[in-house]
T-cell receptor
Framework: GAVVSQHPSRVICKSGTSVKIECRSL??????MFWYRQFPKKSLMLMATSNEGSKATYEQGVEKDKFLINHASLTLSTLTVTSAHPEDSSFYIC???????????????FGQGTRLTVV | AQKITQTQPGMFVQEKEAVTLDCTYD???????LFWYKQPSSGEMIFLIY??????QNATEGRYSLNFQKARKSANLVISASQLGDSAMYFCAMRDGTGGFKTIFGAGTRLFVKA
């Protein structure tokens, strides 16, 4: 099946620094990638939809200047948490949808997730 | 508006028995897809099964089957012959045409399989 690689799997950073998380589709082209945030024992909360070559669409309540998303190619999207603070500590997970498959019935393939801890 | 509801925070099942995880949904779009994912403690999201709103038959994938009752707007997951490795979080999800075909998730059900 299709593979989505997310890197890093874990990161610890100091408060005030920025962290970049990469999401790569390894064996398919992804026009659309999604970024989710998951708090402990909670569900996945969609943060933004990332379309290749255009600006990301952010969900209500998500700060676009805080969470910078870039989707520069059909295989790579990045999420940068800028000026991170302890409250940004969370599990971030991306998913990607293949270019040549239906938007409705295709499962989105997920990365392994990134556990961010801001100290 | 889209909505996915999972009312069981936790479920216990004896090994080798079947278990049903509940999921109800709401959407005004007649065309939608329903998904179930498994999330073990490692955090990865594992796709289990898909049901389309126009599919006439309930979806099945190995030990997983989806009990789709369209009139009731429910899409329960049935796991047969439970195994210890089935212990994990299970999320029901939906995608429809509103909001750019994004997928929304239910709150999840943690399944514990007892030996």
């Amino acid at each position: 099946g299709a593979v989505v690689s997310q890197h890093p799997s874990r990161v610890i950073c100091k408060s005030g620094t920025s962290v970049k998380i990469e999401c790569r589709s390894l064996d398919f082209q992804a026009t659309t990638m999604f970024w989710y945030r998951q708090f402990p024992k909670k569900s996945l909360m969609l943060m933004a939809t990332s379309n290749e070559g255009s600006k990301a669409t952010y969900e209500q309540g998500v700060e676009k200047d805080k969470f910078l998303i870039n989707h520069a190619s059909l295989t790579l999207s990045t999420l940068t948490v800028t000026s991170a603070h302890p409250e940004d500590s969370s599990f971030y997970i991306c998913s990607a949808r293949a270019l040549d498959r239906g938007v409705m019935n295709t499962e989105a393939f997920f990365g392994q997730g990134t556990r961010l801890t801001v100290v | 508006a889209q909505k996915i509801t999972q009312t069981q925070p936790g479920m216990f099942v004896q090994e080798k028995e079947a278990v049903t995880l509940d999921c109800t949904y709401d959407t005004s779009d007649p065309s939608y897809g329903l998904f179930w994912y498994k999330q073990p403690s490692s955090g990865e999201m594992i796709f289990l099964i898909y049901q389309g709103s126009y599919d006439q038959q309930n979806a099945t994938e190995g030990r997983y089957s989806l009990n789709f009752q369209k009139a009731r707007k429910s899409a329960n997951l049935v796991i047969s012959a439970s195994q210890l490795g089935d212990s994990a979080m299970y999320f029901c999800a939906m995608r429809d045409g509103t909001g750019g075909f994004k997928t929304i998730f239910g709150a999840g059900t943690r399944l514990f399989v007892k030996a």
